[in-house]
Each structure stands twice: as structure tokens, then as C-alpha cells.
């Protein structure tokens, strides 16, 4: 699975963008997707996950409530809706895939789009 993030860029604090991940392969609706992030000077950490097959998604305690992860398996896509949005959501985000759900490693990784919030 190759896969390709989109839609970052510059918001003011408050604002709201929607970040898409295009995946490559056929079988991209047997894949659990998910979302990291990694800000400057800091660890990756978990954003959202989402199942190929029903039942609810997975958010971090940091986004819950403002993020929406989504996926459109027609479209092989998965987005990130992000609402009210804060200066320390800044980073870079990346779509992951992987067979398992909430794997310790994601085996797929996408390149990253950076999301940057002004105050």
C-alpha cells in the first residue's frame, strides 16, 4: 500500500482543515487507516484510527471531540476533519495503514503534510 497525505497548510487557531490520504492497492478497504502527528522537538503520537469494517474510530484524548477521521473506500481515501483547531496542534500529520487494528508498528507510512496554527 503506497500512500500519499494532503491538505495542510497555514490556519488561525479556531479554524478548521480537512487532511486526505490517498492510498494506492486494491485492497484498501481491508486496511485499518490512522493518523499521526509529530510537532517540532517532539515524539510521533497518535491522532485517530479508523475500521474497514464498521464500529467506532479511535481518537487521542487531544483531539477527541474536534477531529473526525473518515474514509471513503470507493475513493481508496481517508481524511482528517480538523475543527478548532490550536496553536499546539501544529505538525506534521501522516496517514498510516496496517491489517491490524491499533498496531504497536503501522506497517504503512505516508510522507506527511504539514499543518501550521497561528495564534
Known amino acids: 500500500v503506497q500512500l500519499q497525505a494532503s491538505g495542510g497548510g497555514l490556519v488561525q487557531a479556531g479554524g478548521s482543515l480537512r487532511l486526505s490520504c490517498a492510498a494506492s492497492g486494491r485492497t484498501f478497504s481491508t486496511y485499518y487507516m490512522g493518523w499521526f502527528r509529530q510537532a517540532p522537538g517532539k515524539e510521533r503520537e497518535f491522532v485517530a484510527a479508523?475500521?474497514?469494517?464498521?464500529?467506532?474510530?479511535y481518537y487521542a484524548d487531544s483531539v477527541k471531540g474536534r477531529f473526525t477521521i473518515s474514509r471513503d473506500n470507493a475513493k481508496n481515501t481517508v481524511y482528517l476533519q480538523m475543527n478548532s483547531l490550536k496553536p499546539e496542534d501544529t505538525a506534521v500529520y501522516y496517514c498510516?495503514?496496517?491489517?491490524?487494528?491499533?498496531?504497536?508498528?503501522?506497517?504503512?507510512w505516508g510522507q506527511g503534510t504539514l499543518v501550521t496554527v497561528s495564534s
Open positions: 498510516t495503514a496496517d491489517k491490524s487494528w491499533l498496531p504497536s508498528t503501522w506497517d504503512y
Open positions: 479508523s475500521r474497514w469494517r464498521g464500529g467506532p474510530p
